[in-house]
């Protein structure tokens, strides 16, 4: 039972901290270039381990069909301590994300 809740006690704990890190969070890195009517880019990082970036362009400009095609990429830290990455194409076949913990 002693085990039990020293195991429950430490995983409150650990929890407690990741939401302060994220509350206390701050901006290393950020970068927005180029944001205009022919796309943009953009990336940052921040303290508690997020990061994102992603570049777009204008497709088929001028004309009926003219969309924004988006490529990125995403991360984080879950509660369980995994880092999580997430790439992205989002354009007019929708948003189409691929990840190691994502179905295929």
């Given at each position: 039972?002693?085990?039990?809740?020293?195991?429950?006690?430490?995983?409150?704990?650990?929890?407690?901290?990741?939401?302060?890190?994220?509350?206390?969070?701050?901006?290393?890195?950020?970068?927005?270039?180029?944001?205009?009517?022919?796309?943009?880019?953009?990336?940052?990082?921040?303290?508690?381990?997020?990061s994102?970036?992603?570049?777009?362009?204008?497709?088929?400009?001028?004309?009926?069909?003219?969309?924004?095609?988006?490529?990125?990429?995403?991360?984080?830290?879950?509660?369980?301590?995994?880092v999580?990455?997430?790439?992205?194409?989002?354009?007019?076949?929708?948003?189409?994300?691929?990840?190691?913990?994502?179905?295929?």
């Amino acid at each position: 039972m002693k085990l039990v809740i020293a195991f429950a006690a430490i995983v409150t704990v650990a929890y407690a901290a990741s939401i302060s890190n994220d509350r206390d969070a701050v901006i290393l890195k950020s970068s927005f270039d180029n944001i205009g009517l022919e796309g943009y880019n953009y990336e940052y990082e921040t303290s508690n381990g997020i990061s994102a970036q992603e570049q777009a362009q204008v497709q088929n400009a001028g004309r009926e069909n003219e969309a924004i095609a988006a490529r990125g990429q995403f991360s984080y830290t879950g509660p369980d301590g995994v880092v999580y990455s997430v790439s992205y194409i989002a354009d007019e076949n929708g948003f189409q994300p691929s990840g190691a913990h994502l179905p295929s």
